[in-house]
Nanobody, 121 residues
Framework: QVRLTESGGGLVQAGGSLTLSCAAS?????MGWFRQAPGKERESIAA????????DYGHSVKGRFTISRDNDDDTVHLQLNNLNPEDTAVYYC?????????????????WGQGTQVTVSS
């Protein structure tokens, strides 16, 4: 069974930074970060290929967030910089077992429980 465990969420002031981490029980798959705010659809934030050679970012976070992975310990990280209140959401880590998944939630097969990020103004 695939397990994903997110950590690193919390409360931060606008302009601040956070680092989210996701520990996976599987290796060498595409992984992504998504977020969902109350009343909104799940949004694609960042994704990284199994090798780390390809990354994708959502328009709203490009230039502020950075995704990376460490295949030695099966973790993926999301560095969140210059946060603003619109970034407040539950952030989910996910794994896709598909070959070259599209950058959308429906292409991801296993999900973590989510970690709350709250940005105060």
């Amino acid at each position: 069974q695939v397990r994903l465990t997110e950590s690193g969420g919390g409360l931060v002031q606008a302009g601040g930074s956070l680092t989210l981490s996701c520990a996976a029980s599987v290796s060498w798959y595409s992984m992504g970060w998504f977020r969902q705010a109350p009343g909104k659809e799940r949004e694609s934030i960042a994704a990284i290929s199994w090798s780390g050679g390809r990354t994708d970012y959502g328009h709203s976070v490009k230039g502020r967030f950075t995704i990376s992975r460490d295949n030695d310990d099966d973790t993926v990280h999301l560095q969140l910089n210059n946060l603003n209140p619109e970034d407040t959401a539950v952030y989910y880590c996910a794994v896709s077992i598909r070959y070259k998944p599209e950058f959308r939630p429906s292409e991801y097969d296993y999900w973590g429980q989510g970690t709350q990020v709250t940005v105060s103004s």
